[in-house]
């Protein structure tokens, strides 16, 4: 009973909550489908919190990621006629390899020359996938076939939603149980300082070598799915708005809080949805929210209120 | 021959924009260790400005320049002191991905107001002297080149003069070395903050304007050249002045002879892949010094 | 901006987070037309023009009584011409917002990414993008209004042949309406006896195209360059192109260039420049008896007064087209039955638009021929009818 209680069980159960009663509420597949990209942007979030949160690491490249994992399923599916999970897994792989081939030389940057590089990265991805045409579609985009479980296609907003909820709740249960083991531990002395961390025996690069690959394989996952529930993938998704998207979520939510990354991603996807209705105003008013929340909320949302309830309930604010 | 040089021409043109936006980079990197991911869109409100002020206010070309510089700097200042200061001024200050979210907000923020207010559209400024080109060992050259290049050149000798003769410029290049050590002997370094946001801005606006005759201004032409400012910011090493100009100049003579020589399809990579290789190599950038981190 | 409905649906998006009531509800309101327009972005030269003449048209409808006896109401999305955007807007428009017909897709690539949604949907979608992939092979709730690409090349094509010019050097952007266009002019020109001998690209972001140009003049023999574009890049390109004295080689624009704001932006460098264009942007040179002469004009003067004497684009006229075949179609179906009016759309039979003479079938979607084109030359920074 106690295990329940304490927070990282307790905020699976009540994410599982969440998600098994949301279709009660849901009124209609539009509704389906913004929670589906809800899902699967937080799926990329859990993931690039472990890199940003807890490594301390900046990523402004990781939508690249997410559209080489769309794009491997989408071209090896309808190109090729790779059965969809060969697809996904072949892409997970791929991108875990070119994660972990730059990771070493990226990652011995600090700062912003890290974000330079990142950065670099994502829209070199996106630039290749623009301009090859023959094989991705070029700027247009391809059209991506349903992914098939034995005779069974799995289409329809329904089918996706459970997908992708599924997918995320066991992606924050691998992200939990890793930041509570060594390499969390780990990951937090390199937060503080790299060289204390170092000093004392921590070979830091090994550990932030292992988050960027692991974070780079959520994305690629994130985009297969994507690509599988949209039907359809542009490389749009490579592009760097598309990366700030992906890392203002995380920092929007809170950094170092795996649900942090959640909710950034559920505000950050449902909030544009709003805008619209302002429509010339929309990107003025996207712009304002992002300053006003990192001024007055610099730690994010999360771990921000988490704070403020701590202190009503008169605990000691961590 | 006349083709190499057409292409150097190009090159140089296009490297000089860099630059300047790499040195409005540079300027607030100094001061603050702040990467204003806004610079590109001072380039924008520096040429659209001066567009709406020419057409909408009936001002002569040469008093909506200055003008459009102040209005780009004022933008400059009050993006510190509403978006910036308010960050880093709190107690324990502002963690990189912070301030690097608060800038790209701004730039978003100033799309938005930009586009509301003076539109979609494309537009383009008379060139200062004519359009008639310049011929040159049979590369031809548009004369509003020759005022990217001179004025850059200008403002290099000014930043020089400023930050090596001027009392003020003395204590930004202090604030750049060692904040604390700075404040400790008395310099307002929040002053300092500001006036490289000005400066900085003041800087891009004068980019816009300047290049708006050739490269034709629009709300959002400040996003690609703010991101290629900033490679060749990091290119030159980030922070040196020099490094900014050779850096971009580096990097838009390589994209002309790129796409000149080898393809132009992949002309827009190539900053970027210059960077990678660059920083794979000598993290650091080509000037920058080496910098190691206090426990 | 409708306010009750902002409200409504910021509480049932809220409902996705916590707990909420959404309501949705069809009723016996206004018909309601759907669009999803790239009006920002860089495509935001298309879309912007076309929400315009959306919103101005409604009004006029609804001023004048309507149709049917019911008003129009139009629910417009920014999709800022990103396909992934456009496919959301879709599903909102079609499960949300309940509309009855979707008249919008500035870019060919959202409109080919929002295909499997409408057809899915059964809705009447009628696009306003360029490429002929998008009604061909037909698809049965898809329709098109402007001229192809393909179209744009062939008209250019049969120019270049008729002047005896059998060289061609291809010049455009990388994003998708170039790419569509570059294709189109490697593919047809051997049916011309044309043979292309030179291929240069730019990225949408470029701000000098002289490399390109360059390359271009020095491949000996080139007698005709096809430029594939729209934007700011075009109006560079022009510059570009008068700066290293290239005048000898006639220079073809696609009709993405249709607008005042390339000539101004060219600042001169689009002098004798040749694009083939819809009758619009010619409308007071048109002979008096010429069909579309009456329509062009009239939309010219609605347009300039409503939007501060904004010149009109063809884009806008691509609207203008899609909305008025819709509500004739909803009109001849009586209602806004789906299937109805997607056969009505189908049976659109001598319709003269914006853009010519619209004659559909089950095996055409789109409906114009090659005649309602305009080839036009830059003469004294405006455009002149040729034939």
């Given at each position: 009973m106690r295990r329940l209680l304490d927070a990282r069980t307790g905020g699976l159960l009540a994410l599982a909550l969440i998600i098994a009663l949301l279709p009660l509420i849901?009124?209609?597949?539009?509704?389906?489908?913004?929670?589906?990209?809800?899902?699967?942007?937080?799926?990329?979030?859990?993931?690039?919190?472990?890199?940003?949160?807890?490594?301390?690491?900046?990523?402004?490249?990781?939508?690249?990621?997410?559209?080489?994992?769309?794009?491997?399923?989408?071209?090896?599916?309808?190109?090729?006629?790779?059965?969809g999970f060969a697809a996904m897994a072949v892409g997970m792989a791929g991108v875990g390899l070119l994660a972990f081939i730059v990771a070493r030389p990226i990652l011995r940057l600090?700062?912003?020359?890290?974000?330079?590089?990142?950065?670099?990265?994502?829209?070199?991805?996106?630039?290749?996938?623009?301009?090859?045409?023959?094989?991705?579609?070029?700027?247009?985009?391809?059209?991506?076939?349903?992914?098939?479980?034995?005779?069974?296609?799995?289409i329809g907003t329904t089918t996706w939603y459970w997908i992708s909820g599924g997918v995320l709740l066991i992606a924050v249960w691998l992200a939990l149980n890793l930041i509570d083991s060594g390499v969390g531990r780990a990951l937090r002395a390199l937060h503080g300082s790299e060289v204390a961390a170092e000093t004392v025996g921590i070979d830091t690069t090994r550990y932030k070598v292992l988050i960027f690959v692991i974070s780079a394989v959520f994305a690629s996952l994130a985009g297969s799915l994507f690509a599988h529930a949209e039907r359809f993938i542009t490389p749009t998704e490579a592009g760097f708005m598309r990366s700030i998207e992906f890392v203002t979520m995380v920092v929007l939510g809170g950094m170092a809080s795996t649900y942090g990354a959640v909710v950034g991603a559920a505000i950050l996807t449902v909030l544009p949805q709003l805008l619209t209705k302002l429509h010339d105003y929309e990107h003025l008013a996207f712009g304002a929210v992002l300053i006003l929340v990192m001024i007055f909320m610099p730690k994010g949302l999360v771990p921000t209120l988490q704070n403020r309830l701590r202190h009503l309930v008169g605990g000691q604010p961590r | 021959m006349a083709e190499f040089l057409q292409f150097a021409f190009s090159g140089l043109t296009v490297g000089a924009i860099y630059a300047l936006v790499a040195l409005g980079f540079a300027l607030?990197?100094?001061?603050?260790?702040?990467?204003?991911?806004?610079?590109?869109?001072?380039?924008?409100?520096?040429?659209m400005a001066t567009v709406a002020l020419m057409t909408g206010g009936g001002l002569p070309l040469l008093l909506a320049i200055p003008a459009a510089v102040m209005i780009t700097a004022l933008v400059g200042l009050a993006l510190e002191k509403f978006a910036v200061e308010p960050a880093i001024g709190r107690p324990g200050g502002a963690s990189v991905v912070t301030i690097i979210i608060i800038t790209i907000g701004a730039s978003i923020f100033i799309r938005g107001v930009v586009q509301v207010t003076l539109g979609k559209d494309f537009h383009r400024l008379p060139a200062f002297s004519g359009e008639a080109p310049i011929d040159i060992l049979g590369a031809r050259l548009q004369p509003q080149s020759l005022w990217v290049l001179g004025v850059t050149l200008l403002v290099v000798a000014a930043l020089w003069w400023f930050f090596g003769r001027t009392r003020f410029g003395k204590a930004m290049l202090a604030t750049s070395h060692n904040r604390l050590a700075a404040q400790l002997v008395g310099i307002d370094t929040r002053l300092v903050l500001l006036?490289?946001?000005?400066?900085?801005?003041?800087?891009?606006g004068l980019a816009g304007i300047l290049t708006a005759p050739i490269t034709l201004t629009k709300y959002d032409i400040g996003i690609m050249l703010g991101l290629k400012g900033f490679a060749a910011a990091i290119l030159g090493g980030l922070g040196s002045g020099p490094g900014a100009i050779v850096g971009g100049i580096a990097l838009g003579l390589a994209e002309a002879l790129a796409a000149g020589y080898i393809s132009s399809a992949y002309k827009d990579a190539v900053a970027f892949i210059i960077i990678l290789v660059v920083l794979f190599v000598r993290p650091s950038g080509l000037l920058g010094g080496r910098s190691t981190e206090r426990v | 901006m409708n306010k009750r409905n902002f409200l409504r649906t910021a509480a049932a998006l809220v409902a996705l987070g916590a707990l909420g009531i959404a309501g949705a509800q069809a009723q016996q309101g206004p018909i309601k037309i759907g669009s999803f327009l790239a009006v920002t972005g860089p495509a935001s030269f298309l879309g912007d023009p076309e929400a315009k003449t959306l919103r101005l048209y409604v009004d006029m409808v609804n001023k004048a009584g309507g149709v049917n006896g019911r008003q129009l109401q139009a629910v417009i999305y920014d999709s800022a011409g990103d396909a992934r955007q456009a496919v959301t807007f879709a599903r909102r428009l079609i499960e949300e917002d309940k509309v009855d017909i979707i008249v919008g897709g500035s870019t060919t690539g959202e409109t080919m990414a929002v295909v499997p949604v409408v057809e899915e949907a059964q809705i009447p979608f009628i696009s306003l993008a360029g490429a002929n992939v998008i009604v061909e092979p037909v698809k049965k709730w898809v329709f098109k209004m402007p001229h192809s690409d393909r179209m744009a090349v062939e008209k250019i094509y049969e120019d270049m042949k008729k002047n005896g010019k059998t060289k061609a050097a291809v010049l455009g952007g990388s994003g998708g309406f170039d790419q569509s266009c570059r294709k189109e002019a490697k593919d047809l020109a051997s049916r011309y006896g044309i043979t292309v001998i030179a291929d240069e690209t730019y990225a949408p972001t470029d701000t000098d195209m002289t490399v390109q140009l360059t390359k271009i003049k020095n491949t000996p023999g080139v007698e005709g360059i096809v430029g594939c574009g729209f934007g700011a890049p075009t109006a560079i390109t022009a510059r570009n192109y008068r700066q290293l004295g290239m005048q000898n080689i006639q220079f073809y624009f696609n009709h993405g260039v249709g607008s005042q704001q390339f000539i101004d932006g060219a600042g001169g460098g689009?002098?004798?420049?040749?694009?083939?264009?819809?009758?619009?942007?010619?409308?007071?040179?048109?002979?008096?008896?010429?069909?579309?002469?009456?329509?062009?004009?009239?939309?010219?003067?609605?347009?300039?007064?409503?939007?501060?004497?904004?010149?009109?684009?063809?884009?806008?006229?691509?609207?203008?087209?899609?909305?008025?075949?819709?509500?004739?179609?909803?009109k001849r179906a009586g209602g806004t039955d789906k299937a109805k009016v997607r056969d009505e759309i189908e049976k659109t039979k001598g319709f003269v638009g914006a853009d010519g003479i619209y004659n559909m079938s089950a095996t055409d979607h789109m409906g114009l021929t090659l005649d309602s084109f305009k080839m036009v030359e830059v003469r004294n920074n405006t455009w002149k009818l040729l034939y």
């Open positions: 849901l009124p209609n597949k539009f509704y389906y489908d913004v929670a589906i990209k809800t899902a699967l942007n937080a799926l990329v979030c859990v993931g690039l919190n472990l890199l940003i949160g807890y490594a301390g690491q900046i990523s402004l490249g990781h939508a690249g990621f997410f559209a080489l994992g769309g794009y491997a399923s989408a071209v090896l599916t309808a190109r090729y006629q790779w059965n600090r700062g912003h020359y890290l974000a330079m590089a990142t950065l670099g990265l994502g829209i070199i991805i996106a630039i290749v996938l623009n301009r090859e045409i023959p094989i991705t579609g070029g700027p247009d985009g391809m059209t991506v076939p349903a992914l098939r479980l034995g005779e069974w296609r799995l | 607030i990197y100094n001061a603050s260790h702040v990467i204003n991911f806004a610079q590109g869109e001072f380039v924008t409100i520096g040429g006036a490289s946001f000005g400066l900085s801005a003041a800087l891009g | 689009a002098e004798g420049m040749r694009v083939p264009v819809a009758a619009l942007l010619v409308a007071n040179q048109l002979a008096g008896n010429d069909p579309q002469k009456k329509v062009a004009e009239d939309y010219t003067r609605a347009y300039r007064a409503a939007n501060n004497n904004e010149a009109v684009s063809t884009f806008g006229g691509h609207m203008y087209d899609g909305f008025m075949i819709a509500i004739e179609a909803m």
